[in-house]
């Protein structure tokens, strides 16, 4: 039974396009994020949310639109696609906001911009 | 400069021997270390969890944090085939509400 789960886990569109990935967690955790890791492998946060609640917003663009219908769903929507977007969009989930509190990943959305 | 530097590697080793990865940074305020272990088309799992300096030890694993020279260990024992994958660190500063700040990762193969 995944624990965290996003779909879909492959998509691929064309520059301009809008596009949504939805992501779902069963740990009953409070705290949800999305992360974005290019070509590199380099990890880097993009937004979490706490009891549905928005807590970080790095310097995303804003053709980025997270929005969380409760708990344990936080989905991630992208206007006008880029090439530059094109990368590996991790969803994970914690149990609250303390530090203490390790974040468990989905197996990622790769997203491929034509 | 980024705030977590970490050699992407590749690093290739034999079956058994001893791994060592590692992680430098430049933010004093980080408290709590984290390595992550990556296998390919996979998310990240969280394999070990420290606060503060120190050694904290799990089965093969140990990891090691050294604040007054901002660098983080992670050692493997007798390192297996299914070992290989793609390690990150990842570091959390007090009050950041979740922000981790990960390293590159470093690409670990082991050989039969």
Redesign the interface.
Known sequence: DTA?SQTPKYLVTQMGNDKSIKCEQNLGHD?M?WYKQDS??????MF?Y?NKEL??NETVPNRFSPKSPDKAHLNLHINSLELGDSAVY?C?S?PG?G??????????TRLSIL | QKEVEQDPGPLSVPEGAIVSLNCTYSNSAFQYFMWYRQYSRKGPELLMYTYSSGNKEDGRFTAQVDKSSKYISLFIRDSQPSDSATYLCAMLRGTSYGKLTFGQGTILTVHP
Request: hydrophobic share 40%.
């Open positions: 965290v705290t994020y590199k492998k380099f990890l880097k946060i979490s706490n807590i970080i991790f994970a914690s906001l530090e203490a509190q390790p974040q468990h990943f989905g197996d990622g």
